[in-house]
């Protein structure tokens, strides 16, 4: 369980595909100070997607196993060395809840439309799938990338978040341009909302 608060970006230092394993990624990613406690079997969110330690190396270098359904169906099947990736620890039962709950169960992929920079934010369009937006609404939350916005805005298959200047800072939504593709994940209140009901 996480919250969409990031803590920081790290890079990808390794990156290996195994295309007999329907594309499956072993990465290894430099986490530094954010790997600190860390140990193989605990959970870290990357862009979102919660992930597992298989393995702590030194200098702060983690490694991580992605599945290929989880490469085919987020951000992660496109990564390369040297991509810079949100971090963010797994949350403490006795910790403030800074965002909103947040499973590290990407739903999809969004693709940036546009992005307007203003003064004191940047407004980032975001085209999505009618399943995803189905369980959007305006002023609920969403993460992308991990991060925990608030939707301003939502048509039949775009959002718009408003993004301010130190969540651009710490995070890559700084860096991102469009036609980039970005983790989605709903609320998990919409997810149960739009269930299919069992028949009776």
């Keep these: 369980m996480f919250t969409g608060i990031v803590e920081g970006t790290a890079k990808v230092s390794a990156l290996a595909r195994d295309s007999s394993k329907g594309r499956s990624l072993h990465m290894t990613i430099d986490l530094g100070k954010k790997s600190a406690g860390l140990s193989a079997g605990q959970s870290v969110a990357i862009d979102g997607v919660c992930l597992t330690v298989t393995r702590r190396l030194a200098r702060g270098r983690c490694t991580f196993d992605v599945i290929g359904q989880t490469a085919r169906l987020?951000?992660?099947?496109?990564?390369?060395?040297?991509?810079?990736?949100?971090?963010?620890?797994?949350m403490k039962a006795n910790a403030r809840i800074e965002g909103h709950f947040v499973l590290g169960h990407v739903d999809g992929t969004g693709k940036v439309m546009r992005i307007q920079k203003k003064k004191d934010e940047s407004v980032i369009t975001i085209n999505v799938p009618k399943k995803i937006a189905d369980e959007l609404v305006?002023?609920?939350?969403?993460?992308?990338?991990?991060?925990?916005?608030?939707?301003?805005?939502?048509?039949?298959?775009?959002?718009?978040?408003?993004?301010?200047?130190?969540?651009l800072d710490i995070t890559n939504l700084g860096a991102l341009s469009a036609g980039d593709v970005v983790n989605v994940e709903t609320d998990i209140l919409a997810k149960y909302a739009h269930a299919p009901k069992l028949p009776k």
């Design 74 to 90: 987020t951000s992660l099947g496109l990564l390369k060395k040297g991509d810079s990736l949100n971090i963010e620890r797994s």
């Design 138 to 167: 305006t002023r609920g939350s969403v993460a992308i990338n991990g991060v925990s916005m608030t939707v301003a805005q939502k048509s039949k298959c775009a959002i718009r978040v408003c993004v301010i200047p130190h969540t």
